[in-house]
């Protein structure tokens, strides 16, 4: 199991007790998001559908490089930093 970082988004932080970064033992983004899911739930539901996907408005990335959100087998290792976004139209 790694220990990964994940920064939480500000507008977001309210459903994960005011924290704007989780320290999260998941080995891959499948045990992210069942973390999530069991321990956050609220904030899970806001970040994958009821299908476990990613919402399409979700961005995750990972050491300064986007990846794809749906990509379950992406592994992690200690130290890694993972950044969630979520995009916003303006108009």
């Keep these: 199991m790694s220990t990964v970082k994940v920064l939480i ?3 977001l932080s309210h459903l994960i007790e005011q ?3 989780l320290e999260i033992e998941a080995g891959s983004m499948e045990e992210l998001k069942t973390f999530f899911q069991q321990s956050y739930s609220e ?3 806001r970040i994958w ?3 476990g996907t990613a919402k399409r408005n979700v961005l995750f990335v990972l050491n300064d ?3 794809k959100a749906n990509n379950e ?3 992690f290792v200690s130290g890694d930093e993972l950044g ?3 995009q916003f139209a303006g108009g």
């Design 49 to 51: 559908t009821e299908e």
């Design 84 to 86: 969630i976004i979520l």
């Design 73 to 75: 087998n992406t592994e």
């Design 9 to 11: 988004p500000q507008f």
């Design 19 to 21: 924290k704007q970064e």
């Design 65 to 67: 490089e986007l990846i």
């Design 43 to 45: 904030f899970g539901e």
